[in-house]
């Protein structure tokens, strides 16, 4: 009775303990975020849906926040707050049109491969 009783709080404490990062995880923001370009630019803003991107890791887009379980902003102090220049890794437009993978643009050109529908011109992302 004992040995049983011992055996089904250990397996509650295991479920709760593996339980629990997921509640700690980050919420991601509703669908629709309009991601406004910086003032004077040409394009119109984009609207992003985080639930189209369920596959991506938080991490992989956005820089975690030093000792928070928080992701950065991309027009966060000290991330990517040049709005005026078109290149450098500190460049507002680099976050989002760079070739590497972090980069929205980026991804989407790496992942045309696999799924010919992901929008890779300017105007399927900025719409008005």
Request: aromatic share 6%; proline share 6%.
């Amino acid at each position: 009775m004992k040995r049983s009783l011992f055996m089904t709080l250990m397996v509650a404490a295991l479920a709760v303990a593996l339980a629990l990062p997921l509640y700690a995880a980050p919420k991601a923001p509703a669908d629709g975020l309009a991601m406004k370009p910086p003032a004077g630019a040409k394009q119109a803003a984009v609207k992003f849906n985080h639930g189209t991107h369920k596959s991506a890791k938080c991490a992989d887009c956005h820089h975690k926040k030093a000792g928070a379980n928080e992701f950065a902003k991309c027009d966060s102090k000290g991330c990517h707050g040049d709005y005026a220049a078109k290149t450098g890794k500190e460049s507002y437009y680099a976050a989002f049109h760079g070739n590497n993978a972090k980069s929205c643009l980026g991804c989407h050109k790496a992942a045309k491969d696999k799924s010919p529908n992901i929008p890779t011109a300017c105007p399927k992302c900025h719409v008005k």
